[in-house]
């Protein structure tokens, strides 16, 4: 949940580069993500490499696909019902894209 904060906070905010502000947001993000690798399933560090890979970003359709496969899993290990339809988690965190 952390890690989905702090993106929310940098697509959102947007902080300036060398602020405190952008210097606190980092080092959330990065603390969201050491716990993720500490405490997260095989399959969720696994999709949250991908996204990595895929410079973790919402620029291209690979990369929210990527993203919402990542969220998915994450919320199945969380013990959440698994949600047949990623495009319902897409609609949610991205708004609906054509």
Known sequence: MDYLKCICEQAQFRPLS????????????ADS???????GSKEAIS???HFEVLGAAMGST????A???MVSVMRTDSGSELC??????QNVL???KD
């Open 84 to 89: 047949l339809n990623n495009s319902d988690i």
């Open 94 to 96: 991205l708004g609906v």
């Open 33 to 39: 993500k050491a716990r993720i690798c500490l405490y």
């Open 62 to 65: 690979e990369q929210r696909i």
């Open 18 to 29: 060398g602020t405190k502000e952008q210097q606190e947001l980092f080092s959330r993000t």
């Open 67 to 69: 993203f919402i496969q």
């Open 47 to 49: 999709a949250f490499s």
